[in-house]
């Protein structure tokens, strides 16, 4: 299973043989949702990521991985709304928009990032903006944005649509080492 996962990075982010490439089997993803209602909370720290030297990036993040604090928010999110069985991941995947490798200077920098963002089987051209820093191991790699449900043709039933935003506060946070 791990080599299937590896292989399809492997091709989201393109012809990779010669570039260095930094990866993270455990990065953290939470979104938050917020309303007068209730607050709910979901992370996930099975998070995959890939970063060639050349700027090229691909995040997968199993669907079922999310962990939330009633276990009743969590079987309603996997089975109504993210139908995790038929869509158990979400990527992105995509380029670092004037990517540098002088950017190993140890200085945190703002970037924005390009691509493809699919949730429950529907893709999104987005730019997200997002902090990367070299700390001498690992480039760190900070974001914070938003996603709308309706974006990614997640319905939300009537009875409980008062207690959903309708846009979520999704934050990442990845260290990829070379691999």
Same mark, same amino acid.
């Given at each position: 299973?791990?080599?299937?996962?590896?292989?399809?990075?492997?091709?989201?982010?393109?012809?990779?043989?010669?570039?260095?490439?930094?990866?993270?089997?455990?990065?953290?993803?939470?979104?938050?949702?917020?309303?007068?209602?209730? /607050?709910?909370? %979901?992370?996930?720290?099975?998070?995959?990521?890939? #970063? &060639?030297?050349? !700027?090229?990036?691909?995040? =997968?993040?199993?669907?079922?991985?999310?962990?939330?604090?009633?276990?009743?928010?969590?079987?309603?999110?996997?089975?109504?709304?993210?139908?995790?069985?038929?869509?158990?991941?979400?990527?992105?995947?995509?380029?670092?928009?004037?990517?540098?490798?002088?950017?190993? /200077?140890?200085? %945190?920098?703002?970037?924005?990032?390009?691509?493809? #963002? &699919?949730?429950? !089987?529907?893709?999104?051209? =987005?730019?997200?903006?997002?902090?990367?820093?070299?700390?001498?191991?690992?480039?760190?790699?900070?974001?914070?944005?938003?996603?709308?449900?309706?974006?990614?043709?997640?319905?939300?039933?009537?009875?409980?649509?008062?207690?959903?935003?309708?846009?979520?506060?999704?934050?990442?946070? %990845?260290?990829?080492?070379?691999?």
């Amino acid at each position: 299973m791990r080599i299937l996962i590896i292989t399809f990075i492997l091709a989201l982010v393109g012809d990779v043989a010669t570039a260095q490439q930094f990866m993270t089997r455990e990065g953290r993803v939470r979104f938050f949702s917020t309303t007068p209602v209730e /607050d709910i909370e %979901a992370v996930n720290e099975q998070t995959t990521a890939m #970063l &060639t030297a050349e !700027g090229q990036f691909a995040f =997968r993040v199993p669907i079922l991985g999310f962990r939330f604090e009633k276990a009743l928010m969590e079987e309603h999110f996997n089975e109504n709304y993210m139908e995790s069985t038929t869509y158990p991941n979400g990527t992105f995947e995509g380029k670092v928009a004037n990517w540098s490798n002088d950017w190993n /200077d140890g200085n %945190a920098h703002e970037v924005v990032a390009a691509g493809a #963002l &699919t949730i429950h !089987g529907v893709t999104v051209q =987005r730019e997200i903006p997002a902090t990367i820093k070299w700390n001498g191991k690992a480039w760190e790699i900070e974001s914070t944005f938003n996603v709308s449900p309706t974006d990614h043709a997640i319905e939300i039933p009537k009875m409980v649509r008062n207690k959903i935003a309708e846009s979520l506060e999704v934050t990442v946070n %990845a260290a990829l080492a070379p691999r």
